[in-house]
């Protein structure tokens, strides 16, 4: 039964392995997504660019909460908030 069952299966193994691949992609991403080290330097160069007046307080503000709801996974609104109303 094992051997009908393989033979049978076996034009489908290619198709198994892209979504084996495809789910192994998406958990490096997440992963990279919401690693630490990562955020904490996103943080540190926003900090930086609001220091020296690259970006205002506000699109400071707005880059954080980004990062936040990315790390909280909070979707974001139409505008980028994520007030309910």
């Known amino acids: 039964m094992g051997l009908i069952t393989s033979l049978l299966g076996l034009p489908l193994a290619p198709l198994k392995g892209l979504i ?3 789910e192994l992609i998406q958990d490096e991403a997440e992963r990279q997504l919401r ?12 900090e930086t660019a609001r220091a020296t007046g690259v970006m205002s ?16 996974g909070q979707p974001a609104g139409p505008m980028g908030d994520t007030e309910r109303r």
């Open 20 to 22: 084996r691949l495809a």
């Open 35 to 46: 690693d630490p080290a990562v955020v904490r330097r996103e943080l540190e160069e926003i």
């Open 57 to 72: 307080e506000e699109e400071a503000e707005e880059a954080m909460n980004l990062i936040l709801q990315r790390m909280t």
